[in-house]
């Protein structure tokens, strides 16, 4: 494939994509969001909980 044609198919695929709105109509962005964040805040819990060198 050249440089040329990979573009094109690229800018195909991005024209497609833009009639769609670029989000799926399950998704809840507060929901999603609030997972990320509890899962992050998890994490950070439990990497204070193995650091108890201080």
Same mark, same amino acid.
């Given at each position: 494939? $050249?440089?040329? =044609?990979?573009? #094109?198919? +690229?800018?195909?695929?991005? &024209?497609?994509?833009?009639?769609h709105?670029g $989000?799926?109509? =399950?998704?809840? #962005?507060? +929901?999603?969001?609030?997972? &990320?964040?509890?899962?992050?805040?998890?994490?950070l819990w439990?990497?204070?909980?193995?650091?108890?060198?201080r």
């Amino acid at each position: 494939m $050249s440089f040329h =044609s990979t573009a #094109a198919q +690229l800018v195909t695929l991005a &024209a497609e994509g833009e009639e769609h709105g670029g $989000s799926h109509e =399950s998704l809840n #962005a507060y +929901l999603t969001g609030g997972g &990320a964040l509890f899962v992050l805040l998890l994490l950070l819990w439990i990497t204070t909980r193995f650091n108890r060198d201080r």
